[in-house]
């Protein structure tokens, strides 16, 4: 049933049975706009863009294919670990995706797994996995964002409740999402790593506030969120009080992992169709980069496949999710670079003449520094790396073992 040699009878089965799901119900590749930008100007058409990814998330979760590994009474479909690559291998080859709700599956689904309490993995993976509750991820502050453990928002315990105040920031699709983790401060006399605490917040929540923030090209991938006296019930904890910082580590790691594998159609179509286009195919310089490019992909690809069956197969990733990340990150730089330099003109007339192409090149260029900021910088996941993998000396630190609250802050 399979075209997959190396497939056992069981992953031949399983493989026939997502390829007849995906027939009858994804988008055929060949028919997807190869033009099509995830962040568009319009609000309209952002939130259309949002939904449709969720809608998907929903789709695949009633007919038995979402949460595939996870395990059934929280949802998932109890499969085993190579249940995820094969699906992921059929759904390469078409265009439906579940877009951003995936990404925050990515990150919040492992971190409940493993830290959150039975009643909370009762409550929010079922609905987490079916697409029914979006979440976004309310980390960042204006100052805090690659040193995220000096945060400042605040949440207090008043009887039954925490109290919020504070001030997030890029918070992605926030302004789309039904409820956010969020990180806030509840022991200003720890350490600053120490007094954190994982909370899990409902954005319609009286005083929360999401501003979004406009892009260069009109839109708003971002957004900043406001939070005034927010109350949220003291048992949506993750983790232990004070002891966020755990699951926030499960989560950005989760988050590398995911930016790195990448997914949907790979950038390197794209520029093979504009190199034709312009005549450039027979460019030995064009030919070289698009090699490079192509190898890219190819190497990002393998290695997400490797991090995720580690993941799913509850053991420890074989390497550093980061380093995918970082390769991935240096990727979409070439790929923004090569696109505008084989347009030319064409290349800055996108949004003003409605011409598809341009619309993606501007994004491809607006964005190429994007993923080697968002979930961590480049450079800090270097310094990890150094650190982690390579057993290089820290980086020096001022303020070790200094309370948080003594620690001086602009
Ligand atoms: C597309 C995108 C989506 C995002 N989505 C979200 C989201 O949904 N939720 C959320 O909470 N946040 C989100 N972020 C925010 C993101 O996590 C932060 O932007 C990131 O952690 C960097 O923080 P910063 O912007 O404050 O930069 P800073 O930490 O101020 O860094 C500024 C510069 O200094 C460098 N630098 C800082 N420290 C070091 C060091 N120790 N060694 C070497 N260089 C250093 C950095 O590499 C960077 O170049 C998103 C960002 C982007 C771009």
Redesign the pocket.
């Known amino acids: 049933m399979s075209d997959r040699s190396e497939d056992t009878p069981a992953q031949a089965e399983f493989r026939a049975a997502a390829r007849a799901f995906l027939t009858n119900h994804a988008e055929p590749r060949s028919t997807v706009d190869l033009w099509q930008v995830a962040g568009l100007p319009h609000d309209d058409e952002a939130r259309t863009y949002f939904e449709s990814g969720r809608s998907w998330q929903r789709k695949l979760a009633k007919n038995g294919w979402a949460g595939l590994t996870w395990p059934t009474d929280f949802g998932g479909g109890g499969h085993p670990p190579w249940s995820d690559r094969i699906f992921r291998e059929e759904s390469d080859n078409y265009g439906s995706n579940p877009g951003f709700v995936g990404a925050t599956i990515s990150m919040l689904g492992p971190t409940l797994l493993a830290h959150a309490s039975e009643e909370l993995k009762v409550r929010f993976l079922p609905s987490l996995i079916s697409g029914e509750t979006a979440w976004?991820?309310?980390?960042?502050e204006p100052s805090a964002?690659?040193?995220?453990a000096s945060l400042a928002t605040r949440a207090v315990l008043d009887g039954e409740h925490w109290v919020v105040d504070g001030q997030?920031v890029?918070?992605?699709c926030a302004q789309f999402a039904d409820w956010g983790f969020l990180l806030a401060r509840t022991n200003p006399d720890a350490t600053k790593h120490q007094g954190i605490t994982f909370l899990l917040v409902d954005m319609t929540s009286p005083g929360i506030e999401v501003r979004p923030l406009i892009q260069a090209n009109g839109s708003s991938?971002?957004n900043e969120v406001f939070l005034s006296s927010v109350r949220i019930p003291i048992n949506q904890v993750v983790g232990e009080i004070n002891g966020g910082w755990t699951p926030t580590r499960t989560v950005l790691a989760n988050e590398a992992a995911f930016i790195g594998r990448g997914g949907g159609a790979p950038a390197s179509e794209r520029l093979l169709n504009l190199a034709a286009q312009h005549n450039s195919l027979d460019d030995p310089t064009v030919r070289q980069r698009l090699a490079r490019i192509i190898s890219r992909e190819r190497l990002q690809n393998l290695m997400g496949q490797r991090v995720q069956s580690a993941i799913r197969g509850g053991q420890h990733p074989p390497f550093d999710p980061a380093l995918t990340k970082v390769l991935a990150a240096g990727t979409k730089v070439l790929t923004g670079e090569l696109a505008a330099e084989l347009a030319g003109p064409a290349a800055v007339a996108g949004p003003q003449t409605g011409n598809r192409e341009g619309i993606w090149i501007q994004s491809e260029l607006l964005n190429r520094f994007?993923i080697s900021?968002?979930?961590?910088?480049t450079?800090?996941q270097k310094?990890n790396l150094a650190e982690r993998s390579l057993g290089l000396p820290r980086?020096p630190e001022t303020n070790r073992g200094v309370s948080w609250k003594d620690v001086p802050r602009s």
Do not use: M, P, Y
Not at 373 to 377: A, D, E, L, S
């Open positions: 976004c991820q309310l980390f960042s964002g690659s040193d995220l997030k890029w918070n992605s991938h971002f994007a900021i968002g979930g961590g910088t450079e800090v310094n980086e």
